[in-house]
T-cell receptor
């Protein structure tokens, strides 16, 4: 089946530094990937939609200059948390929509295993 | 705005049946999905309803009524390993997957 690899699975960084999280679709092409953030015991909140070859679309309230998204190829999207602060500590999860140029509403969505970010 | 409402917690005993409800209000609707998430893990897909009615997959069934903007997940023959959080999710008009508030299910012996 389709696999989405997310790396790293966990990371601890110091306040003020930047952290990059990678999301790869291993055996399928994904023109669209989604980035979610989840705080403990809360729901998954959509942060942004990552589109291959174009700018990401951010949800309301998400700072695009703080959460940099790059989707340079059909199999890789990256999320960089810039100048991280303790309040950015969270579980970040990516998902990839299966399908190259022929995406429809029922194209399967596959999730990575998530990255737990702790900012000290 | 968009909202998906679920009960926050449900407790049931092993072997029992439990139903988790979900009501939604979204901009566009392209199906209702259910996901299971264990603590510290990623969400795992359980089921998807695009049309009204019941979909059955083993011990899990999911129901949708589009006219009522309502669906539910039915878990039968509960096992201890079913203790987890369950999320309903709707694909909106942008094909984005919007998650509900989540229901923590605790299965007791």
């Amino acid at each position: 089946g389709a696999v989405v690899s997310q790396h790293p699975s966990w990371v601890i960084c110091k306040s003020g530094t930047s952290v990059k999280i990678e999301c790869r679709s291993l055996d399928f092409q994904a023109t669209t990937m989604f980035w979610y953030r989840q705080f403990p015991k809360q729901s998954l909140m959509l942060m942004a939609t990552s589109n291959e070859g174009s700018k990401a679309t951010y949800e309301q309230g998400v700072e695009k200059d703080k959460f940099l998204i790059n989707h340079a190829s059909l199999t890789l999207s990256t999320l960089t948390v810039t100048s991280a602060h303790p309040e950015d500590s969270s579980f970040y999860i990516c998902s990839a929509r299966e399908g190259g140029t022929h995406v429809s509403y029922n194209s399967p969505l596959h999730f990575g295993n998530g990255t737990r970010l702790t900012v000290t | 705005g968009q909202s998906l409402e679920q009960p926050s917690e449900v407790t049931a005993v092993e072997g029992a049946i439990v139903q988790i409800n979900c009501t939604y209000q979204t901009s566009g609707f392209y199906g209702l999905s259910w996901y299971q998430q264990h603590d510290g893990g990623a969400p795992t897909f359980l089921s998807y309803n695009a049309l009204d009615g019941l979909e059955e997959t083993g011990r899990f069934s999911s129901f949708l009524s589009r006219s009522d903007s309502y669906g539910y997940l039915l878990l039968q023959e509960l096992q201890m390993k079913d203790s987890a959080s369950y999320f309903c999710a709707v694909k909106d008009s942008s094909y984005k997957l919007i998650f509900g508030s989540g229901t923590r299910l605790l299965v007791r012996p």
